[in-house]
């Protein structure tokens, strides 16, 4: 009998301490979802090698130097904060999962 309350008393803590262990990594997921894009005032505090409060050409990479002409809507050869956070936002699904 006391054999078996043991057994049933680990049982439902593996139990308990898996469905815990699912909750907390859905919950980090999301939230690293939440954090995968900054904002456009970050984005322009983090390239703006020359603190001048835009970014030109030279300062920026990746999917914001691919689409520069896009985004500078006036064409003047730099990003404002304005135009940054008037940019489509990026279309596509979520990157691959590693394992």
């Known amino acids: 009998m006391k054999n078996l309350k043991t057994t049933l008393a680990l049982a439902a803590l593996v139990i308990f301490a898996a469905s815990c262990g699912s909750g907390s990594e859905s919950t980090s997921q999301e939230g690293k979802q939440g954090q ?34 896009k985004i500078d809507s006036n064409s003047d050869g730099n990003i404002s904060l304005t135009e940054l956070k008037n940019a489509p936002k990026p279309q596509g699904g979520k990157p691959p999962r590693r394992n």
């Open 36 to 69: 995968g894009q900054k904002d456009a005032a970050t984005l322009i505090k983090e390239m703006d090698t020359n603190n001048d409060g835009m970014l030109s050409k030279a300062e920026v990479k990746g999917p914001l130097a691919n689409d520069f002409s």
